[in-house]
């Protein structure tokens, strides 16, 4: 990521998910923070899609 706009895209993609209630991207510490719906059983695979789909990007799932 290179400025805040990488963050906004990569919001606004995960925020389009179903199961994704908000997205927080941190552009400097390269960190993305997903709040999901109660009760939802997130598509993981559906969410690194959505990073990676916004751009030049790579994610990975952390705890």
Do not use: K, N, Q, W
């Not at 805040?4 to 199961?19: M, V």
């Not at 927080?24 to 899609?49: F, N, Y």
């Amino acid at each position: 990521m290179h400025c805040a706009s990488c963050g906004l895209l990569i919001d606004d993609e995960l925020e389009d998910l179903p199961a994704v209630r908000s997205s927080s991207t941190d552009v400097r510490a390269g960190r993305t923070v997903v709040h999901l719906e109660p009760g939802a059983d997130p598509d993981t695979a559906a969410l690194v899609a959505a990073v990676e789909g916004a751009g030049d990007y790579r994610a990975r799932l952390t705890d």
